[in-house]
């Protein structure tokens, strides 16, 4: 019965591995996430030799050094293309190809065709981000010396994770828009202006709506100026961008306790000191669950949609 | 084997909103036969075939293949019927044996007995010269026969065609139908091809349905379908005549025979009651005139097509 999704499967694989866009994304990924890092370590060597500080290895992909963005951002800001360049020709192409009927004429599953499709790119990127990250943590022990704790290393994991499901994400956005347009052209523009308005645009318009909202002033008392920046933030977590970037910031450094505004009245008495790894997986437990959520939604719509979309062209 | 049908729809309804795309169709396709669709564009050809296949459902009625329900069992039913798409496409940037290999491992078959089963089909459809070289190199032609090589991986039972000599060169065209005989013929597959070039399906059609606006108008073998119009239309004859002057309507309107007259462009079409094509031509050449084209229209689809096309007010 599944033999249908493995043999789709197999050949996706074989189609993005041998693909000229997948290896170009892959090389400006790979050059300039390693790029930072390698910034990023020579910063860290000169620091370390002066303070002890924890969590040396995981500053490797959090912290810049000199002009170039760190590890993390580069990630945050060119994963969303990884993922939509493999994923807005993936229904469109092959109707535009005029294959997809002579694919579904064969003994399949119809949803064999959008979970391969859909399974594969998965599989790709993960690969990917594991590549690159045990990339990063090798050239990271070399150029530092200095071996991660098993803290460091499972901090490293949920960052893949996140990486991975947030790139998911876009995957499944462009799979999405793949289905709902028939041309390949304007589901790559659509896919590009949605990612240019998730890193882009959310933030400019969350901060109009939240000054109207609640216009801050000197003058403003401390209410105001509290409910606009929740509100503030809260429009910009809807942005899956920023959801990462939080997410990313507090497991790549404990030293984050909470997200958000904190009043100093709450700060009081506490005790400076790092997060263990758990409570700092509990701070971002709801990032993660909102974009598998999201993930999943996005994939369940392009699965109703093309289980009843008709198949001539 | 000819005899026992093989394909069987009973009221079979698409309706798109209002649009009845194909209205109440009842077909039987016997095992081993030719069975050509025709009809022009738009007629309801393409639906009844994903409806047959399970790639579109039916609003109402139901379709079998070999006794599975098409829709209920999709699967099944494709497991052994074969599907060429009109204008059929193929993964560009792979080589032909490529694409096929794919289409088998689609149908269970691996390795060796996969290959060679291809190096069969390059064989048979003319390609295995080319079949190690991408897709996106062949021609037009080459593109077709891949596409009965394609069909055929599975070994199919029933063979469904679409359009399938549109856009290829009169010889082209000539090896395809050949081709696609054969599949009849030599392998005794039951092969439906829909069209709307009538001459083409003359060749090579056992049995023909008529589709005009999602109805079958008429059913059965070439000879008997003439019959079932003509029935109740009497005999139709064209004719053309120099000079062309409006005496001859006269002429024409005293002959005894002569039920109707109707002119299109320039031939006048004759309703008679029996065949006077002999008397005419004297008549006529005693008048001075000069027959330039004068024949009876039977038989021949295009005549077919043309007589429900003026019944239904289509043309």
Known sequence: MNRGLYVLFRKELADHFRSKRFMIIMLIVAATCLAGVYSAGLGIRGAVAKDTGEFVFLRLFTSSGGSLPSFATFISFLGPLVGLSMGFDAINGERNGRTLSRLLAQPIHRDAVINAKFLA???????????LCLAVAG????????????????????FMVLTIVYIALWLAVSQLFSLLFRQTATSALACIALWLFFVVFVSLFAGIIADGLYPVTDQSPADTVVKNYNLKHNLNRLSPTLLYDEAVVTMLNPGIRSLGLVLTSQVEGAIPGTLPFGQSLLLVWPHVTGMIAATMICFAISYVCFMKQEIRA | ?????????ENLTKCYGDFKAVDELNLAIRKGEVFGLL???????????????????????????????CTRNPLVV?????????????????????????????????????EERIDFLARRVGLSGAIDNQVGTYS???????????ILVKDPQVVILDEPTLGIDPQGIEELLQLIKELSVTDGRTVVISSHLLHQMQKICDRVGIFVQGRLL??????????????????????????????????????????????????????????????????????????????????????????????????
């Open chain 2, 78 to 114: 494709k497991s052994f019927v074969s599907y060429l798409p009109d204008n059929v496409g193929f993964y560009e940037d792979l080589t032909g044996r490529e694409n096929l290999r794919f289409t088998g491992r689609l149908n269970g078959l691996e390795g060796e007995a996969l």
């Open chain 2, 39 to 69: 009809g022009p564009n738009g007629a309801g050809k393409t639906t009844t075939i994903l409806m047959l296949l399970g790639l579109t459902e039916p609003t109402r009625g139901r379709a079998w293949i070999n006794g599975h329900d």
């Open chain 2, 140 to 150: 037009r032609g080459m593109r077709q026969r891949l596409g009965i090589a394609d």
């Open chain 1, 121 to 131: 790119g998965l599989s790709i990127l993960t690969l990917m981000i594991l590549t």
């Open chain 2, 218 to 315: 008429a059913s059965g073998p070439l000879d008997s379908l003439w019959e079932q119009v003509s029935g109740q239309q009497g005999q139709l004859l064209e004719l053309a005549v120099e000079p062309d002057n409006p005496q001859l309507r006269e002429i024409l309107g005293r002959l005894p025979d002569v039920e109707e007259i109707q002119q299109e462009q320039a031939l006048y079409i004759l309703k008679l009651k029996k065949d006077i094509r002999r008397e005419l031509a004297g008549v006529l050449a005693k008048q001075g005139y000069t027959v330039l084209h004068l024949r009876m229209r039977q038989g021949d689809l295009d005549d077919i097509y043309r007589l429900y096309f003026q019944q239904e007010g289509v043309a």
């Open chain 1, 139 to 158: 050239f990271g022990i070399i150029l530092t010396g200095i071996p991660p704790t098993w803290e460091e290393v499972a901090r490293m994991l949920i």
């Open chain 2, 1 to 9: 084997m000819a005899g026992d049908i093989i394909i069987r729809t």
